[in-house]
């Protein structure tokens, strides 16, 4: 066999070959046509697919891409509208009835924005809604100031008693604006000064004070608890703000009690909870009204309770939020008003 030049295939390869009594034998090796035969052969004639069929199905892709990409897009641009809307100001847009029978993740992100959107939308009305308030609530002391300075300037002989007058309305508005820094500190659930603490150190230390200014109405006040409740109830949060709330509640108890009937604080606990009851033998709420006593500057009228700005309950209803907690009220049977605090207890 005859060697071969590199990089030259050549056409057909001849070799003798000697058989074992001596014969001879010629083969002869077609190298082109074997090259020939297991060449891979055309792409077209290896799918065995018509040319027509190979459109059909390409075109058929490209319209799949489309409809695919308009379904993803369509509802992104939906949303982008739908946050450039709330960012000019319009808090009614919702997106969740526009995704149809959408059940993926883009209907979930479309539920949450609508769950956001509402959540804004309530804030916002409620700010609107206490800054109405509190502008209608400021202007009766400050045209009772402006009277009372008009009045000493036409009578100068009867000053003192308008100096008293503008005295008693600059301590109005100062309690005023100092309930709505609490109400505002209050409705923060980011409190710096968390801490732990003893709640029910904290509640016995405010019907103590209570008792000693409840002392000139002629009302008792009563405290109730469980043994276990006695022991050591830690409970996270801000303490000063809890004293508040509790106070708040103890307070107005004390102004729907007449002489001689009694405010009872009662502390219960259930499981992870303490419950702190405070029942007042007053005249109690109508029942169309009871949801609407925690908002600012819902008053409840009574010829037992004192001036207020409705302002302590709320206070309270924010506390109780932020520190994972609950409140509410019922009617007390015969008479009365019960209002309801549920504080989560956390172990160190």
């Known amino acids: 066999m005859e060697a071969l030049e590199p990089g030259k295939i050549p056409k057909e390869i001849v070799e003798f070959v000697q058989g074992p009594k001596g014969q001879g034998y010629r083969l002869r090796?077609?190298?082109?046509?074997?090259?020939?035969?297991?060449?891979?052969?055309?792409?077209e004639h290896m799918l065995n697919i018509p040319t027509p069929l190979l459109w059909i199905g390409g075109l058929g892709g490209l319209?799949?891409?489309?409809?695919?990409?308009?379904?993803?897009?369509?509802?992104?641009?939906?949303?982008?509208?739908?946050?450039?809307?709330?960012?000019?100001?319009?808090?009614?847009v919702r997106l969740f009835s526009s995704m149809g029978k959408r059940h993926d993740e883009l209907s979930d992100v479309a539920r949450d924005f609508d769950s956001m959107a509402e959540r804004l939308q309530v804030l916002v009305k409620a700010r609107e809604e206490l800054l109405h308030d509190v502008s209608h609530e400021l202007r009766s002391p400050l045209a009772r100031l402006q009277l009372a300075i008009g009045l000493a300037r036409q009578n100068p002989l009867n000053v003192e008693t308008s100096l008293q007058r503008i005295e008693h309305e600059a301590g109005r508005l100062d309690k005023m604006i100092g309930e709505l820094l609490a109400l505002s500190r209050a409705e923060n659930s980011n409190m710096p000064d968390e801490e732990y603490?003893?709640?029910?150190?904290?509640?016995?230390a405010v019907v103590n004070d209570a008792r000693y200014e409840a002392q000139l109405p002629g009302v008792e006040i009563a405290l109730k608890a469980d043994a276990g409740v006695q022991s050591d109830f830690t409970v996270k949060g801000n303490a000063e703000l809890m004293r508040r709330a509790i106070d708040n509640v103890?307070?107005?108890?004390?102004?729907?009690?007449?002489?001689?009937?009694?405010?009872?604080?009662?502390?219960?606990?259930?499981?992870?909870?303490?419950?702190?009851?405070?029942?007042d033998q007053g005249p109690g709420v109508e029942e169309d009204k009871l949801s609407s006593i925690f908002d600012p500057f819902v008053r409840v009228k009574s010829p037992l309770s004192g001036k207020g700005y409705g302002l302590g309950l709320a206070i309270t209803r924010k506390v109780m939020i932020a520190h994972e907690g609950k409140v509410d009220a019922h009617n007390a049977v015969p008479h009365g008003l019960v209002i309801s605090l549920q504080v989560p207890h956390w172990k160190i």
Not at 29 to 43: A, C, F, I, Q
């Open 29 to 43: 090796y077609d190298v082109e046509g074997l090259m020939s035969e297991y060449r891979p052969k055309h792409r």
């Open 63 to 92: 319209l799949f891409s489309a409809v695919l990409a308009w379904n993803l897009t369509r509802p992104m641009l939906q949303m982008r509208r739908a946050f450039g809307r709330v960012a000019q100001g319009d808090l009614s």
């Open 197 to 204: 603490f003893d709640l029910f150190g904290l509640v016995e």
């Open 250 to 279: 103890v307070r107005n108890a004390l102004r729907f009690s007449a002489r001689g009937q009694t405010v009872t604080v009662s502390l219960t606990q259930a499981e992870q909870w303490l419950n702190i009851d405070v029942e």
